[in-house]
């Protein structure tokens, strides 16, 4: 800033010293009217001091303004032109020597908000420098060249800035105004701009300071606003060359659903036949022996130098990424760690991706299980891709999937499904889903409730959705059905499907399809799309294709819903050894093992046994993934009885569930197969033959050989037996028929598959709930036409009987043939009918009408004179409140004893008839002369006594005890109880 100050004011020196020769001309002009203002000024003040002094003015300032104003008169337009012209040329040479910085900024002083600034009073004190000369003065004459006195005048009272104005020709008794505010610009034709007479060497200096300052701030914000946008520039551009900013989202080719044929998989080597190019699919899960046929990835051989993967779409596509897998063994850590990837079109010329200076390494596994996606900066259109693997862990193992999209073309990809149906075909988050049933049940509120079976661990609620012509209700003679998904978090397929069957069968029942309306309006049906909605949500995180095969499977506490209820089976089979079923133990609606539901039983599964417990359901399927089937029950595999060493194998620590089974399943005559095992592969079949391509297992299973013999359907048993599953319980604990239906190789189907997925399993999800109308239907009354709850319901030749609800109704699913049906209650006399079962769609009606027996009147009556009939087991504790019945509180007591020793004797007697008939098959006569004395007397009055009793030990409304309470049931397996008959 001094430099530049400092060049302004050598500017100025120059222009002084050229111009100084011209100043000494004018001097003597300037002199002469400086002398011409003086005179007048002080004729000006003495009139003033006249006047305030009252004297009389003279006239002589009359004269000196005649003579002022005279030249004005007498001015021509040519002088007048010459003054404006040298006033010009004086302005212009001030303006230079002063050197300001932008003339055109001077015309901005004559606006009216300059003139009360304060530099003009301040200005006025350079007036009296004049009278520093006083003898030039005196020796001037007033009335001397005229026309130059006025120029000069002008010019002189511009440069002291004086507000004086000359007497006006209209009046010489005019006064010049004392203050500068309060002057009157207007009537002065002579007079210029004000600011002309103001030194601007400070106000330059400050402006040019003021702008010098403002061009600094903008060339620093200026420069701050480059670095900033050169460093988002730069901060871009390092995103774009990691991560592009849009990277083309394409669905998987089809390796893991196995869309994606044997024959498109190709592979340079394998280390032997187990694992050939075609165990090279994600999430592939191999058999538990390592050195088996189908092991657990593609494994290439050890002595080959180069490897490569490779797969053929079959047409030419869009490859967008790659993802990659370890080998499945639980007991090696084998996985690829980075990999190229080359394309063709012809198998033959291969070209690696490359990134403009080398070739694009990426980066795969660091363990076995976990997918890692590769993604390509951008899309590669070929027909082939094949992984090059680079490094590995342990043995060159790989499991991988593709990334495709496909190319318009003239016919359509598998992944180009266009559904008949306008669904909401994605997946659905815990927000997502309950937002969908509250729109369906908006849309037909109607025919759709939704409720909550209970709650998740973590609080989520487990909904359902009710769909019947009169939902919240059961309604007699109606079947309850239901679906049930998600039992394995990851398992989404089950839950997309349930979701779109609640779309479809609320859009149809409004446009009147009457298959969706007999449906609806003749089965109450239930549906639950999540019953583990805490792991979905875990498995929905990570997304379709980068879950692994165990991500979300279990609870937050860690149970596996599927397998963890109790274990009824053991009950049931332990019994039947005993000989205990159906006399002591039933073998239906077994009840559940004392102090079980407080044991190792997960929150969500006490909420489902609950909801099976209050809902009479008749037919129901759970929806899984990983392989395409229909399993049936029993899900558990009974070991063979004459396998004297199975409490050895079962109380092993050193051996697995698996293992024990797989030994089981060697020994002739193990047992699978329930009562209704026929009912149960109809019902399989049903949803397997009703499926587009369950039935298509000319390829085998998607992890083995093909268990089903191309039915598509088996025993869970045999395939992969487990223990307490939800199917064996279901059957063994209510009257639901249960089976577990499996969807699909990918657990987690890609979003763009649901269509496809919809339309293969339209059919079977309508035609599998139309079998709950299978068999026979009726009611069961009194006399009286009262319902009776809670009456069983049996067949003839199938050893697992039915109850009624609490309306008295029931349903029996029956293929078709004639039966004879006996239905019974306590206090009332059994009946049996004759029903016939068609072929004909809808359950045949056979409906019991019961008498009531004579037994409560024989109770009272025993009860009055103390004594009991043979096979009566009275209350300990409870008394009927008649006052029949009063008596014989008394006589309780004293009968305990006989009690105890009437049941032992009755024990004895069976034990004796079983021997007996034992001897009389091996051909043996001769018996004990007690067994001959004691059974005559004792058995026909039995049958006499209770004509109507079908078991050893009755159990009726009267007692309050259970007469098992002396008989011990030990947790033992049941082929550790071998029966010694001996005689007493």
């Not at 988002?232 to 849009?246: A, W, Y």
Request: aromatic content about 8%; overall charge negative.
């Amino acid at each position: 800033m001094r430099a530049e100050l400092l060049v302004v004011w050598a500017g100025l020196s120059l222009s002084c010293v050229l111009v100084g020769a011209r100043d000494d001309v004018q001097e003597n002009e300037l002199s002469r009217g400086r002398t011409h203002v003086r005179e007048a000024r002080g004729l000006v003040e003495r009139g003033r001091q006249g006047e305030e002094d009252g004297v009389q003015m003279s006239d002589e300032p009359a004269e000196v303004v005649e003579e002022r104003t005279k030249p004005k008169k007498k001015k021509t337009p040519e002088e007048i032109e010459a003054a404006r012209a040298k006033k010009a040329a004086e302005r212009e040479a001030k303006a230079k020597k002063q050197k300001a910085p932008k003339p055109t900024k001077k015309p901005k002083a004559p606006k009216p908000t300059k003139k009360p600034k304060a530099p003009k009073p301040t200005k006025k004190p350079k007036a009296p420098k004049a009278t520093k000369e006083p003898k030039e003065t005196t020796t001037t004459q007033p009335d001397t060249s005229s026309p130059p006195l006025d120029e000069e005048e002008e010019r002189l009272l511009i440069e002291l800035g004086t507000v004086a104005r000359p007497v006006t020709p209209n009046g010489p008794e005019v006064e010049e105004p004392v203050e500068p505010d309060l002057e009157e610009t207007t009537g002065t034709p002579y007079v210029v701009p004000w600011y002309e007479e103001y030194d601007y060497a400070d106000l330059a200096a400050k402006k040019e300071e003021e702008e010098e300052e403002r061009a600094r701030k903008e060339k620093a914000e200026k420069a701050e606003r480059l670095r900033k946008k050169w460093e988002e520039e730069e901060e871009e551009r390092r995103k774009q060359i990691s991560l592009p900013v849009e990277l083309k989202k394409c669905p998987p080719l089809g390796l893991e659903s196995q869309r994606v044929e044997d024959d498109q998989l190709q592979a340079s080597s394998q280390s032997h036949y187990g694992f050939a190019a075609q165990r090279g699919r994600l999430n592939m899960q191999g058999s538990g022996n390592d050195d088996d046929l189908y092991g657990g990835a593609w494994c290439a051989a050890a002595e080959e130098g180069n490897h490569w993967f490779e797969v053929d779409a079959r047409r030419e596509v869009e490859f967008t990424g790659v993802i990659t897998q370890g080998r499945n063994s639980e007991q090696i850590e084998d996985f690829v760690s980075s990999y190229f990837v080359a394309f063709s079109n012809d198998s033959r010329d291969w070209t690696t991706l490359h990134d403009g200076y080398a070739e694009w390494l990426f980066y795969a596994n660091v363990d076995k299980d976990t997918p890692v996606l590769g993604q390509l900066a951008a899309p590669v259109v070929a027909r082939y891709i094949r992984i090059l693997p680079q490094s590995w862990n342990g043995s060159l193992c790989l499991r991988a999937e593709v990334l495709a999209c496909q190319l318009a073309g003239s016919y359509r990809s598998e992944n180009e499904v266009n559904p008949s149906d306008d669904l909401d075909f994605r997946h659905h988050n815990y927000k997502d889903m309950r937002q969908m049933m509250k729109v369906i049940n908006e849309e037909c509120p109607n025919i759709t409730r939704i409720y909550n079976i209970g709650k998740s661990s973590q609080g989520l609620k487990m909904y359902a959705m009710e769909i019947s012509d009169n939902p919240g209700e059961h309604e007699t003679g109606e079947p309850e059905f239901r679906y049930t998904a998600g039992l394995h978090g990851n398992e989404a397929l089950g839950r997309e499907l349930l979701l779109l069957l609640m779309q479809f069968l609320c859009k149809e029942y409004r446009d009147d399809n009457p298959r969706v309306r007999r449906l609806v309006d003749g089965v109450r049906i239930h549906l639950v799309p999540s019953l583990n909605p805490d792991a979905y949500e875990l498995a929905y995180e990570m997304g379709s294709e980068m879950g692994n095969w165990a991500l979300g499977h279990w609870t937050e506490e860690g149970y596996d819903i599927f397998q963890n209820f109790p274990d009824l089976n053991s009950i049931l089979w332990g019994a039947e050894d005993r000989g205990w079923v159906p006399r002591i133990v039933p073998n239906h609606h077994i009840p559940l093992p004392e102090n079980f539901l407080n044991g190792s039983l997960g929150t969500e599964t006490k909420s489902i046994i609950s909801w099976m417990e209050r809902t009479p359901f008749v037919l129901g399927a759970n929806m899984q993934g990983g392989e395409k089937l229909v399993a049936y029950p029993f899900d558990m595999q009974r070991p063979s009885i004459s396998s004297t060493d199975s409490r050895r194998w079962r109380s092993s620590s050193d051996m697995n569930e698996e293992t024990w089974a797989r030994i089981q399943r060697q020994n002739e005559g193990s047992l699978r197969e329930t009562p209704d095992d026929a009912m149960f592969r109809w019902l399989a079949m049903s949803y397997a033959h009703s499926h587009l391509t369950m039935t298509e297992t000319y390829r085998g299973s998607c992890h083995g050989d093909d268990l089903t013999g191309g039915q598509g359907i088996t025993n869970r048993a045999v395939w992969d037996p487990v223990v307490g599953t939800m199917n064996d319980f279901s059957y063994l604990h209510t009257n639901c028929f249960e089976l577990s239906v499996f969807l699909g190789c990918d657990k987690f189907p890609h979003e763009s598959e649901l269509p496809l997925e919809w339309e293969n399993n339209r059919e079977s999800l309508l035609s599998f709930i139309e079998q709950v109308h299978r068999g026979i239907k009726g009611v069961v009354r009194d006399v009286e036409g009262t319902p009776l709850p809670n009456a069983t319901v049996s067949v003839e030749g199938i050893r697992h009987d039915v109850k009624t609800a609490a309306g008295g109704d029931y349903w029996r699913l029956l293929n078709p043939g004639e039966f004879r049906v006996t239905a019974k209650a306590d206090g009332y006399t059994p009946q049996t009918r004759l029903c016939m079962v068609g072929y004909d769609f809808g359950a045949t009606s056979c409906s019991f009408t019961l008498a009531k027996s004579n037994w409560d009147r024989i109770k009272q009556i025993m009860a009055l004179h103390g004594r009991r009939p043979i096979r009566l087991v009275p209350k300990v504790k409870v008394a009927k409140t008649t006052a029949a019945s009063s008596p014989a509180a008394s006589t309780i007591d004293s009968h305990s004893a006989s009690q105890n020793a009437e049941r032992l004797r009755r024990l004895r007697i069976m034990r004796l008839r079983r021997l007996r008939q034992q001897r009389l098959r091996a051909g043996l006569s001769t018996t004990p002369s007690t067994t001959t004395t004691t059974a005559p007397t004792t058995t026909p009055e039995t049958e006499r006594t209770t004509s109507w009793y079908d078991s050893w030990f009755p159990v009726d409304s009267w007692m309050t005890e259970n007469p098992f309470d002396s008989v011990n049931f030990d947790s033992v397996p049941t082929q550790d109880y071998p029966f010694e008959y001996t005689i007493d």
